[in-house]
């Protein structure tokens, strides 16, 4: 008991530690998915239910109807919240503190390394000799892509169209350069997760139009197509495809939000976005 | 029960007709996830015990230790397993006579929609008046892109290399196209589960050496560096970065397969590529 207690001082949180020295130390990164604590696949719950050390940071997406009090009952483990000043400044010390002893588990929103937030961490565990393994879990990008019945090989390059304050010209170019090629473009839109900031449809789409204004290069314009999507995973996602000038003004409700550009269209591709995504007829005459 | 009976005849198999009428009809699409039973979400799960209907099918990607009996036993439910044929050529009838009578699920390996396969049964559903959801799963898109540390943002348009009867060019002009622009190319490698053929990333680099041989535009050479990866979302997935010369004897035992050829890589990017997929040191050394 009294050594038990020394470990938890020297690892400076305080963590039921199980199971002590039962396990051979490792690092699981696990994704928990969309939406939920029911967003974890089935193998995910099991590592994180025998884990001595199990973690979470929840500010690299939003998962709307997620709560960790609901989460902990679920898999019976006191989890600690890591936040981004602990990953990033202080390169998750505690988090391979704690793999260095035993097997422990780093709980990460959609898939762990869609983001690249947490390569660094998994480069940094393997060099001090932590084993780590990945658990993967639903992402946002197939999620909005299957929802959309677009076809998944038609993507081109993805793109975050970023806050006002840091707005530039990537995004349109990138729509642009994969429209060149009859690509699609799925755009993430910002979001400060912890702060409860989105960059909302409607406002991502005025600045794309009005850098259209300025380049005149005829790749976001009013009459343009465009897919709005919020709370994909989650079980009630809204989709709506429709022309920028009616979409900006479309109530998406509650985040998350993303977007996305289409290139040109199979037909298949344009009875999806009527029967799914409420697209007005005129889709149908589209040029192709 | 002379009912149920009767409605099993013009259903034509024969299955657990549980909670019958207790709950409103409808068709959940349910991504299976990735390698085996446990790559479902808790959520697809427990949607899955709740139905009176379970339809499976297994042909478009292989779940290398999936069990049919295992699920079964998971989920407490006899599963239907739909061939190819019953989807594609009599449109998935079964399915929709039993959706349209109550709840009923439609288990797919990995996410539902990330192959096109099923958007038709989809559409054909929403057109004759059933409900449908989606329950998102493990995609083996993310999972690839996840594993290797590699960029998501950077990655260009997806290709499908098919086996060498069906070989043409075009997976060599998506790699040169996504290269021109320093993006990475993420290469499905074509499978045939249910007859267990699976197209080789030794064999896939050789294929497209050859074009490089008619074509010299200097895309895909022996000196050329790519990423095979063996399955991936499995408890042994094998990563190898390395010049192709090299790539094509790799033993990567076991499949499903897949292979990138990276676009430009950043300093990060090489790093997780010598830390996770075992690349030599000249990687250090590639011109940026």
């Known amino acids: 008991m009294k050594r038990e207690k020394s470990k938890k001082k020297t690892l400076s949180f305080n963590l039921h530690f199980t199971n002590k020295g039962s396990q051979l130390n490792e690092l699981i990164f696990i994704g928990l998915g969309l939406n939920d604590e029911k967003g974890i696949t ?21 998962m709307p109807n997620f709560s960790l009090h609901r989460f902990e009952t679920l898999c019976d483990k006191k989890i600690q919240i890591v936040s981004r000043r602990e990953l990033e400044e202080e390169n998750g010390t505690q988090i391979l503190q704690a793999a260095k002893k035993s097997k422990t588990v780093f709980l990460v929103p959609g898939d762990p390394f869609i983001a690249t937030t947490h390569v660094t961490l998994r480069i940094d565990a393997e060099k ?14 197939s999620a909005i892509i ?26 349109y170019n990138v729509i642009a350069q994969n429209k060149e090629f009859g690509l ?53 996602p809204i989709l709506k495809a429709d022309f920028t000038k009616d979409l900006v003004n479309y109530d998406f409700g509650e985040p998350p939000y993303s977007l996305i550009f289409p290139g040109a269209l199979h037909f298949m ?20």
């Not at 993805?158 to 707005?167: G, I, L």
């Not at 473009?185 to 409860?196: F, I, M, P, Q, R």
């Not at 009459?223 to 999507?229: E, S």
């Open 42 to 62: 089935v193998k995910g719950l099991e590592e994180t239910k025998t884990a001595d050390f199990v973690f979470i940071e929840l500010y690299t997406s939003l």
């Open 128 to 141: 001090q000799g932590i084993k780590t393994r990945i658990i993967h879990g639903t992402s946002i990008m």
């Open 146 to 171: 299957s929802l959309s019945g677009l076809h998944n090989y038609k993507f081109g390059k993805t793109v975050t169209v970023p806050f006002p304050e840091n707005f530039s010209e990537t995004p």
């Open 184 to 236: 699609h473009t799925l755009c993430l839109l910002d979001l400060k997760a912890n702060e409860n900031l989105f960059l909302s449809i409607n406002h991502a789409i005025k600045m794309l139009v009005e850098i259209e204004g300025k380049k005149t290069m005829d790749v976001i314009t009013p009459d343009t197509i465009a897919v709005g999507i919020a709370r994909a995973g989650s079980s009630n």
């Open 269 to 288: 591709e344009v009875d999806s976005l009527v029967a799914f995504a409420g697209a007005p007829a005129g889709f149908r005459r589209l040029p192709k």
